[in-house]
């Protein structure tokens, strides 16, 4: 039995979160733990990306944008969506997850540390 492989959103290349496994890797969570707050950390990138991505995408393409992105979230063509602006939304978007990664090695490390 081959192992299916994960897909990757196409935004991929712009999310940061180095700071947040080397933290991940000092905690004592194993296991079920680990894979929770693995899945956390992934569901808060997506659901940030996607608003984010829709606040610099004009609101008659949000419906197509949405539709294409629930059927093939990997499909490097969803830039193609933000025509002339497609690298505004990538600098929009890697300044996003830079304050993301921010936002959770605080609200989850620090929580941690004072515990």
Not at 14 to 26: A, H, N, R, S, V
Not at 88 to 102: G, I, N, P, Y
Request: with cysteine; net charge negative.
């Amino acid at each position: 039995m081959t192992k299916k492989k994960h897909k990757k959103p196409f935004y991929h290349t712009l999310i940061k979160t180095e700071k947040i496994c080397l933290q991940l890797e000092k905690t004592n969570l194993q296991g079920e733990e680990y894979k929770e707050v693995l899945c956390l950390v992934e569901e808060t990138i997506n659901t940030r990306a996607v608003s984010a991505l829709l606040n610099k995408l004009p609101e008659e393409k949000h419906e197509a944008f949405m539709e294409k992105l629930s059927q093939e979230p990997y499909n490097e063509e969803l830039w193609d969506f933000f025509g002339e602006e497609k690298d505004t939304a990538k600098d929009h978007l890697s300044q996003v997850f830079s304050q993301l990664e921010e936002e959770i090695l605080q609200d989850f490390f620090e929580e941690e540390e004072s515990v």
